[in-house]
């Protein structure tokens, strides 16, 4: 009896043993060995021009692609190689001729993933008017970003773009935007969107793109982009310069100088004329009043005095007979009168 029994427990602890043991090296195997397959990525068309279409092919969530294949009609047409590993990749395709496109991607171990649903282009011949961009700034320092489309079709699905650009020899070189940076579908009673202005990083000027599309019976129509629109980063006030001159202020001040000297000067004149009336009004006065008493202690009293000695014929006709004053005015009592 002992000796089954240690049998039997030797048994059953080499049975546990075993399968702990399987048990760890299935984890082990089942974190170290890769799918065969990855899940299929998503394949889009985000904005259009005239005669070219961008599409994007983005991996899921979590998964990174080494290299991202473009199919049209089963054959690749385009590749992607990053050998860091990315999650998306662009593709400008040409339009025309239609065709069926999908995509798929590999990873740094060599693993593809499955195809995604194909995607049809959209092949309208004629774009919509393009839209008009502008930056808007309130009292308060906000800048927004304002789309205008055609107002023959209200409701429309608005998106903005940031550009990206190369710098060469000749400035930047725009190149064809890809993702949204934002998207609005407006009421049908507007045909324009506001956007914030996204926030920019750097002092250089970043470049804004803007498209709205219409769903016009079962499709989709999109208009033609928005002429680019370079908005700079605010700066604050700029010092005054210290190294050079101002010659517009220093003009500017001489100015205000020479008009001042000419407006004092205009008012002591008129001044000095004012003062010359009043003492000259004041002079005439002095003078009426001067003669006025000159006048009346000046009085000469006339007197005539007939002769007494004339006979009746003589006393009848005295208009011959000289009249004599009694006195002048150079006259005294002590003069004696003659007559």
């Not at 930056?135 to 773009?161: I, K, M, N, W």
């Not at 079962?218 to 928005?226: C, G, L």
Request: glycine share 6%; charged share 15%; hydrophobic share 35%.
């Amino acid at each position: 009896m002992l000796i089954v029994c240690i049998d039997s427990c030797l048994s059953l602890w080499m049975y546990t043993l075993l399968c702990s043991a399987l048990q760890h090296w299935n984890r082990v195997l089942s974190s170290t060995i890769t799918p065969r397959v990855l899940p299929a990525p998503e394949l889009k068309q985000t904005t259009r021009t005239r005669d070219r279409v961008v599409l994007i092919c983005q991996a899921p969530e979590g998964h990174l692609g080494t290299n991202f294949t473009l199919f049209r009609d089963q054959k690749p047409v385009a590749s992607v190689v990053n050998q860091h590993g990315t999650e998306t990749a662009q593709y400008t395709v040409t339009v025309g001729g239609g065709g069926l496109y999908c995509c798929l991607y590999q990873n740094n171990h060599g693993v593809y993933s499955g195809f995604s649903q194909y995607l049809t282009l959209n092949t309208q011949q004629h774009m919509l008017p393009a839209p008009t961009l502008s930056l808007q700034e309130d009292a308060g320092g906000v800048r927004r970003l304002a789309c205008t489309g055609s107002a023959a079709f209200p409701g429309s699905v608005f998106s903005l773009y940031q550009v990206p650009y190369q710098v060469d020899g000749g400035g930047p070189l725009l190149l064809l935007p890809t993702d949204p940076t934002a998207t609005q579908r407006i009421p049908v009673t507007r045909h324009h969107a506001v956007f914030p202005l996204p926030v920019q990083e750097g002092p250089s000027a970043t470049w804004y793109r803007c498209q709205y599309t219409v769903l016009l019976g079962q499709d989709w129509s999109f208009s033609e982009h928005s002429q680019p629109l370079a908005v700079s980063t605010p700066r604050g006030p700029t010092p005054p310069s210290t190294t050079g001159v101002d010659w517009p202020l220093v003009l500017g001040s001489i100015s205000a100088v020479v008009m001042f000297c000419c407006a004092l000067a205009l008012v002591g004149v008129i001044a000095y004329r004012k003062v010359q009336a009043v003492a000259k009004e004041k002079k005439k006065r002095e003078e009426a009043q001067f003669w006025t008493k000159v006048r009346a202690k000046d009085h000469v009293v006339d007197y005539t005095l007939r002769p007494v000695s004339l006979d009746c014929q003589d006393w009848a006709d005295t208009s011959t007979v000289p009249r004599t004053p009694l006195w002048n005015a150079l006259s005294t009592f002590a003069t004696q009168i003659s007559l």
